[in-house]
């Protein structure tokens, strides 16, 4: 693994530090979602961040790569008129799996139980058609329950 230093506005570190994860986790709960949705006959599984200045997520993309987590760099969103760092499928449970021996928010931690069965890290997920769509009425019963319904 190449040793990479970040230095950005606030941060200096090696991107694949200790130090480089802890901070990774603490702004991927400030600023971070995890969703899954279906597309047409398949499922679509994204870890994502969003912010309005594009060094964070630059920041993020480099402890990634560091952890040999290769993923599209952050691009702009005219939508929410900021950048996104969007990772998906079996590499946003790579990145999850780095991340979750830090404290985070509850509703990340039952959101990321979910996608690592629909989306195991390193591999593509092999669930039947069925265990698909178990799963992701699993994800859409707890999206009701956080809603309140």
Not at 68 to 76: A, G, K, L, S, T
Not at 112 to 137: D, T, V, W
Request: hydrophobic letters at 40%.
């Amino acid at each position: 693994m190449a040793k990479a230093i970040v230095e950005s506005c606030t941060v200096k570190f090696d991107a694949g530090s200790e130090e480089a994860l802890t901070w990774a986790a603490g702004f991927f709960c400030g600023e971070g979602w995890v969703s899954i949705f279906k597309s047409g006959n398949s499922y679509v599984g994204i870890v994502g961040m969003a912010q309005k200045h594009l060094w964070p997520l630059n920041v993020v993309h480099l402890i990634l790569r560091s952890h040999n987590i290769i993923v599209p760099e952050p691009r702009y969103s005219k939508g929410t008129k900021g950048y996104e760092l969007n990772i998906n499928r079996s590499k946003g449970s790579e990145f999850l799996q780095l991340i979750m021996c830090y404290p985070m928010r509850n509703k990340h931690t039952i959101r990321a139980r979910i996608y690592f069965r629909m989306f195991p890290p390193g591999e593509r997920y092999k669930q039947r058609p069925k265990e698909r769509a178990e799963l992701y009425a699993e994800w859409l019963q707890l999206r009701i329950q956080e809603k309140g319904g």
